[in-house]
């Protein structure tokens, strides 16, 4: 279904919960709205500066020495793109390059264009099938991934091993929510929560971690949209069964939610 022909009122009564980051869940919730949703803004994960800036400020003064810069998300680009720009204009020779389509926006949104990213497969897989990134491309170059702590290392072993010199630099942190999971299992225990959004493993890890028996009793009942099959697996790995995978990125999860069966 287009996004521009979604039925206005697909969603009408419903409460869903967009865990994104909070600085990222609004054009999600938005297409919620827009379809007669009501979004509930819970974010799974809280984003801070790296504590240790040094390496993100090492690579500002060599960044013409690289080929290729990777953001894995758009707090890559927010937490590390100003830190980057702050002693001149982004190399000509330097290629952009994001995991996401969320990402390209905030790299466009900045000022950084020609930007490569997967088209279908939004992951560390998906850009590692390009042909940008293949052996051939990247042997003897060098390479920084823009990240946040923690994470897959696939990306910078997978290009390590293709012969590239490659630079992992953490430039933002991750927490669970800083107010705990009260308001959340309250909204439950009200009966005004019909599905809950799950966009990475880790926020995933966090919410079933992080609530309570009485919490992770409500969350068994409640379907669980999420947009990597990678999360679907972690899901059920943790007990869950009423999990829906959907297409990558805000337009999946959203077609997802509309063509859920409420009734079943």
């Given at each position: 279904?287009?996004l521009?022909?979604?039925?206005?009122?697909?969603?009408a009564?419903?409460c869903?919960?967009?865990?994104?980051?909070?600085?990222?869940?609004?054009?999600l919730?938005?297409?919620?709205?827009?379809?007669?949703?009501d979004?509930?803004?819970?974010?799974?994960?809280e984003?801070a500066p790296?504590?240790?800036?040094?390496?993100?400020e090492?690579?500002?003064?060599?960044?013409?020495?690289?080929?290729?810069?990777v953001?894995?998300s758009?707090?890559?680009?927010?937490?590390a793109?100003?830190?980057?720009?702050?002693?001149g204009?982004?190399?000509a020779?330097?290629?952009p390059?994001a995991?996401?389509?969320?990402?390209?926006r905030?790299?466009?949104?900045?000022?950084?264009?020609?930007?490569?990213?997967?088209?279908?497969?939004?992951?560390?897989?998906?850009?590692?099938?390009?042909?940008?990134?293949?052996?051939?491309?990247?042997?003897?170059?060098?390479?920084?991934?823009?990240r946040g702590?923690?994470g897959?290392?696939?990306?910078?072993?997978t290009?390590?091993?293709r012969?590239?010199?490659?630079?992992?630099?953490?430039?933002?942190?991750?927490?669970?929510?800083?107010?705990?999971?009260?308001s959340?299992?309250?909204?439950w225990g009200?009966?005004?929560?019909?599905a809950?959004v799950?966009s990475s493993s880790?926020?995933?890890r966090?919410?079933?971690d992080?609530?309570?028996a009485?919490?992770?009793?409500?969350?068994?009942?409640?379907?669980l949209f999420?947009?990597?099959?990678r999360?679907?697996?972690?899901?059920r790995?943790?007990g869950?069964?009423?999990?829906?995978?959907?297409a990558?990125?805000d337009?999946?999860l959203?077609?997802?939610?509309?063509?859920?069966?409420w009734?079943?």
């Amino acid at each position: 279904m287009p996004l521009k022909t979604m039925d206005s009122g697909a969603l009408a009564g419903r409460c869903i919960v967009v865990t994104r980051p909070r600085d990222q869940a609004a054009p999600l919730a938005k297409l919620i709205a827009a379809a007669g949703g009501d979004a509930l803004l819970f974010p799974l994960l809280e984003i801070a500066p790296a504590e240790d800036r040094g390496q993100l400020e090492t690579l500002a003064r060599q960044l013409a020495d690289y080929r290729l810069a990777v953001f894995v998300s758009p707090n890559a680009v927010s937490h590390a793109l100003p830190t980057l720009l702050a002693a001149g204009d982004w190399p000509a020779t330097l290629t952009p390059a994001a995991v996401g389509p969320g990402t390209v926006r905030a790299l466009e949104d900045a000022g950084i264009a020609g930007c490569i990213a997967p088209r279908d497969r939004f992951d560390s897989e998906g850009l590692l099938a390009l042909p940008e990134l293949a052996p051939a491309a990247v042997a003897g170059c060098r390479v920084a991934i823009l990240r946040g702590d923690g994470g897959r290392e696939l990306l910078a072993d997978t290009l390590r091993q293709r012969g590239a010199s490659v630079d992992a630099v953490t430039c933002y942190r991750r927490s669970g929510p800083a107010g705990g999971f009260a308001s959340l299992v309250d909204a439950w225990g009200a009966g005004r929560l019909d599905a809950i959004v799950v966009s990475s493993s880790e926020a995933l890890r966090y919410l079933v971690d992080g609530l309570p028996a009485e919490g992770r009793a409500y969350l068994q009942q409640t379907p669980l949209f999420v947009p990597h099959a990678r999360i679907a697996e972690a899901a059920r790995v943790h007990g869950l069964k009423r999990v829906v995978l959907t297409a990558g990125a805000d337009s999946g999860l959203i077609r997802g939610l509309l063509a859920y069966n409420w009734c079943a």
